[in-house]
Protein backbone atom coordinates (compact mmCIF):
# COMPACT_ATOMS: atom_id res chain seq x y z
CA UNK A 1 0.00 0.00 0.00
CA UNK A 2 1.04 3.52 -1.05
CA UNK A 3 -1.68 4.90 1.18
CA UNK A 4 -1.09 8.73 1.85
CA UNK A 5 -2.85 10.26 5.35
CA UNK A 6 -2.75 13.56 5.77
CA UNK A 7 -4.82 15.91 8.14
CA UNK A 8 -6.41 17.93 8.61
CA UNK A 9 -9.31 18.16 6.16
CA UNK A 10 -10.24 21.56 6.39
CA UNK A 11 -8.78 24.23 8.57
CA UNK A 12 -9.55 27.79 9.51
CA UNK A 13 -6.42 29.96 11.00
CA UNK A 14 -6.13 33.37 11.77
CA UNK A 15 -3.57 35.55 10.41
CA UNK A 16 -0.47 35.75 12.61
CA UNK A 17 -1.25 32.12 13.97
CA UNK A 18 0.77 29.14 13.67
CA UNK A 19 0.57 26.06 11.77
CA UNK A 20 1.24 22.13 11.66
CA UNK A 21 0.08 20.25 8.73
CA UNK A 22 0.79 16.24 8.77
CA UNK A 23 1.64 13.89 6.81
CA UNK A 24 2.32 10.17 7.03
CA UNK A 25 2.58 7.63 4.35
CA UNK A 26 2.59 4.03 4.15
CA UNK A 27 4.34 1.39 2.34
CA UNK A 28 7.86 1.20 0.97
CA UNK A 29 10.28 2.79 3.12
CA UNK A 30 12.88 6.34 2.15
CA UNK A 31 10.09 7.54 -0.54
CA UNK A 32 10.44 10.72 -2.09
CA UNK A 33 7.93 13.27 -0.26
CA UNK A 34 6.32 16.80 -1.84
CA UNK A 35 4.45 19.09 -0.65
CA UNK A 36 2.33 21.24 -3.31
CA UNK A 37 -0.15 24.01 -2.80
CA UNK A 38 -2.95 25.10 -5.32
CA UNK A 39 -4.35 27.70 -5.41
CA UNK A 40 -8.16 27.67 -6.55
CA UNK A 41 -8.84 27.47 -9.84
CA UNK A 42 -5.30 27.02 -10.64
CA UNK A 43 -2.22 24.48 -10.94
CA UNK A 44 -0.27 22.96 -8.10
CA UNK A 45 2.99 24.58 -7.39
CA UNK A 46 5.66 22.44 -5.35
CA UNK A 47 6.70 24.08 -2.16
CA UNK A 48 8.74 22.04 -0.45
CA UNK A 49 10.53 17.55 -1.62
CA UNK A 50 12.63 15.59 0.81
CA UNK A 51 14.93 12.66 -0.44
CA UNK A 52 15.18 11.42 3.27
CA UNK A 53 14.90 11.98 6.99
CA UNK A 54 15.64 15.57 7.41
CA UNK A 55 16.67 15.98 4.00
CA UNK A 56 14.50 19.01 2.53
CA UNK A 57 14.55 21.08 -0.31
CA UNK A 58 12.77 24.26 -0.79
CA UNK A 59 11.20 25.30 -4.36
CA UNK A 60 9.94 29.06 -3.70
CA UNK A 61 11.02 31.35 -1.11
CA UNK A 62 8.09 31.49 1.49
CA UNK A 63 6.38 32.07 5.08
CA UNK A 64 6.19 27.95 4.86
CA UNK A 65 8.81 25.53 5.89
CA UNK A 66 8.79 21.51 6.02
CA UNK A 67 10.53 18.87 8.22
CA UNK A 68 11.07 14.86 8.06
CA UNK A 69 11.63 13.96 11.37
CA UNK A 70 10.69 10.15 10.70
CA UNK A 71 11.21 7.96 7.50
CA UNK A 72 7.23 8.15 6.86
CA UNK A 73 6.55 11.56 7.81
CA UNK A 74 6.38 15.24 6.34
CA UNK A 75 5.25 18.04 8.18
CA UNK A 76 4.55 21.18 7.08
CA UNK A 77 5.11 24.19 9.58
CA UNK A 78 4.86 28.45 9.48
CA UNK A 79 5.52 30.28 12.79
CA UNK A 80 2.85 33.33 11.47
CA UNK A 81 0.16 32.81 8.57
CA UNK A 82 -0.36 35.29 5.95
CA UNK A 83 -3.38 35.68 3.74
CA UNK A 84 -1.71 35.17 1.30
CA UNK A 85 -1.41 31.02 2.65
CA UNK A 86 -4.60 30.09 2.18
CA UNK A 87 -5.28 27.68 -0.50
CA UNK A 88 -5.27 23.75 -0.40
CA UNK A 89 -1.82 21.44 0.44
CA UNK A 90 -1.53 18.22 -0.80
CA UNK A 91 1.06 16.08 0.12
CA UNK A 92 2.84 13.37 -2.05
CA UNK A 93 5.46 10.64 -2.00
CA UNK A 94 6.58 8.63 -5.37
CA UNK A 95 8.40 9.00 -8.34
CA UNK A 96 8.78 8.91 -12.21
CA UNK A 97 9.45 5.74 -12.54
CA UNK A 98 6.38 4.15 -10.60
CA UNK A 99 4.12 7.45 -10.37
CA UNK A 100 2.83 9.77 -8.03
CA UNK A 101 0.50 9.12 -5.57
CA UNK A 102 -1.10 11.74 -3.32
CA UNK A 103 -2.77 12.65 0.29
CA UNK A 104 -6.76 13.93 0.29
CA UNK A 105 -5.23 17.46 0.45
CA UNK A 106 -5.99 20.33 3.32
CA UNK A 107 -7.75 23.13 2.62
CA UNK A 108 -6.25 26.16 4.74
CA UNK A 109 -8.53 29.15 4.89
CA UNK A 110 -6.32 31.99 6.59
CA UNK A 111 -9.07 34.87 7.72
CA UNK B 1 10.51 24.44 -12.85
CA UNK B 2 9.60 23.93 -15.93
CA UNK B 3 6.61 26.18 -17.59
CA UNK B 4 3.51 23.96 -18.60
CA UNK B 5 1.20 25.56 -20.85
CA UNK B 6 -2.30 24.04 -21.28
CA UNK B 7 -4.17 26.59 -23.47
CA UNK B 8 -7.57 25.91 -22.75
CA UNK B 9 -9.43 26.47 -19.77
CA UNK B 10 -12.63 24.79 -20.12
CA UNK B 11 -13.66 22.02 -22.75
CA UNK B 12 -17.49 20.69 -22.69
CA UNK B 13 -18.09 17.72 -24.58
CA UNK B 14 -21.25 15.26 -25.12
CA UNK B 15 -21.69 12.13 -23.42
CA UNK B 16 -20.04 8.99 -25.84
CA UNK B 17 -17.74 11.38 -27.53
CA UNK B 18 -14.36 12.73 -28.00
CA UNK B 19 -12.21 15.54 -26.56
CA UNK B 20 -8.48 16.31 -27.06
CA UNK B 21 -6.81 18.51 -24.23
CA UNK B 22 -3.38 20.34 -25.41
CA UNK B 23 -0.38 20.46 -23.27
CA UNK B 24 3.23 22.00 -24.12
CA UNK B 25 5.89 22.29 -21.89
CA UNK B 26 9.58 23.92 -22.09
CA UNK B 27 12.74 21.36 -21.20
CA UNK B 28 16.27 21.24 -21.17
CA UNK B 29 16.42 17.33 -20.04
CA UNK B 30 16.23 14.60 -22.62
CA UNK B 31 14.66 11.85 -20.16
CA UNK B 32 11.65 12.45 -18.39
CA UNK B 33 8.23 11.20 -17.88
CA UNK B 34 5.21 12.84 -18.58
CA UNK B 35 1.77 12.44 -16.75
CA UNK B 36 -1.92 13.60 -16.83
CA UNK B 37 -3.26 14.01 -13.86
CA UNK B 38 -7.35 14.26 -13.17
CA UNK B 39 -8.84 16.16 -10.05
CA UNK B 40 -12.85 15.89 -9.72
CA UNK B 41 -14.53 18.28 -7.37
CA UNK B 42 -13.51 15.54 -4.73
CA UNK B 43 -10.07 17.45 -5.13
CA UNK B 44 -8.76 13.69 -5.05
CA UNK B 45 -5.59 13.39 -7.37
CA UNK B 46 -6.05 10.64 -9.84
CA UNK B 47 -3.10 9.58 -12.08
CA UNK B 48 -5.12 8.61 -15.69
CA UNK B 49 -1.87 7.91 -17.75
CA UNK B 50 1.85 8.02 -17.65
CA UNK B 51 4.41 8.42 -20.77
CA UNK B 52 8.31 8.29 -20.72
CA UNK B 53 9.99 10.92 -23.16
CA UNK B 54 12.32 8.19 -24.55
CA UNK B 55 9.49 6.19 -26.04
CA UNK B 56 7.90 7.13 -29.33
CA UNK B 57 5.20 4.70 -29.07
CA UNK B 58 2.07 6.90 -27.42
CA UNK B 59 0.65 5.22 -24.06
CA UNK B 60 -2.78 4.46 -23.58
CA UNK B 61 -4.61 3.00 -21.24
CA UNK B 62 -8.13 1.97 -21.73
CA UNK B 63 -9.95 5.35 -23.04
CA UNK B 64 -7.25 7.46 -22.69
CA UNK B 65 -4.67 8.24 -24.82
CA UNK B 66 -1.58 10.32 -25.64
CA UNK B 67 -0.23 12.00 -28.52
CA UNK B 68 3.03 12.91 -27.32
CA UNK B 69 5.67 14.84 -30.31
CA UNK B 70 8.78 15.37 -28.17
CA UNK B 71 10.43 17.29 -30.85
CA UNK B 72 7.68 20.23 -30.37
CA UNK B 73 6.76 19.45 -26.31
CA UNK B 74 4.23 18.48 -27.18
CA UNK B 75 1.82 16.18 -25.33
CA UNK B 76 -1.81 15.89 -25.68
CA UNK B 77 -4.42 13.86 -23.83
CA UNK B 78 -7.25 12.11 -25.80
CA UNK B 79 -10.44 11.00 -23.78
CA UNK B 80 -12.84 8.68 -26.14
CA UNK B 81 -16.16 7.85 -25.23
CA UNK B 82 -16.84 10.18 -22.70
CA UNK B 83 -18.73 9.53 -19.53
CA UNK B 84 -19.87 11.70 -16.76
CA UNK B 85 -17.50 10.71 -14.58
CA UNK B 86 -14.70 12.11 -16.61
CA UNK B 87 -15.69 15.36 -15.24
CA UNK B 88 -13.01 16.93 -13.78
CA UNK B 89 -10.12 19.13 -13.84
CA UNK B 90 -7.09 17.76 -15.73
CA UNK B 91 -3.58 18.28 -15.54
CA UNK B 92 -0.31 17.74 -17.75
CA UNK B 93 2.45 17.18 -15.42
CA UNK B 94 6.06 16.99 -17.14
CA UNK B 95 8.94 16.11 -14.76
CA UNK B 96 12.22 17.97 -13.96
CA UNK B 97 14.71 15.96 -12.05
CA UNK B 98 12.29 13.77 -10.55
CA UNK B 99 9.30 16.86 -9.48
CA UNK B 100 6.30 17.39 -11.31
CA UNK B 101 5.67 20.63 -12.55
CA UNK B 102 2.00 20.87 -13.24
CA UNK B 103 0.03 23.04 -15.51
CA UNK B 104 -2.79 25.44 -14.61
CA UNK B 105 -5.50 22.62 -16.20
CA UNK B 106 -8.43 22.23 -17.96
CA UNK B 107 -11.69 21.95 -16.68
CA UNK B 108 -13.86 18.94 -18.83
CA UNK B 109 -17.08 19.08 -18.40
CA UNK B 110 -19.31 15.97 -19.52
CA UNK B 111 -22.95 16.46 -20.92
CA UNK B 112 -25.29 13.76 -20.79
Known amino acids: SQTIHQWPATLVQPVGSPLSLECTVE??????LYWYRQAAGRGLQLLFY??????ISSEVPQNLSASRPQDRQFILSSKKLLLSDSGFYLC??????????FGSGTRLTVV | AQTVTQSQPEMSVQEAETVTLSCTYDTSENNYYLFWYKQPPSRQMILVIR??????QNATENRFSVNFQKAAKSFSLKISDSQLGDTAMYFC?????????FGAGTTVTVRA
Open chain 1, 27 to 32: GTSNPN
Open chain 1, 50 to 55: SVGIGQ
Open chain 1, 92 to 101: ARGGPNYGYT
Open chain 2, 93 to 101: APTYDYKLS
Open chain 2, 51 to 56: QEAYKQ
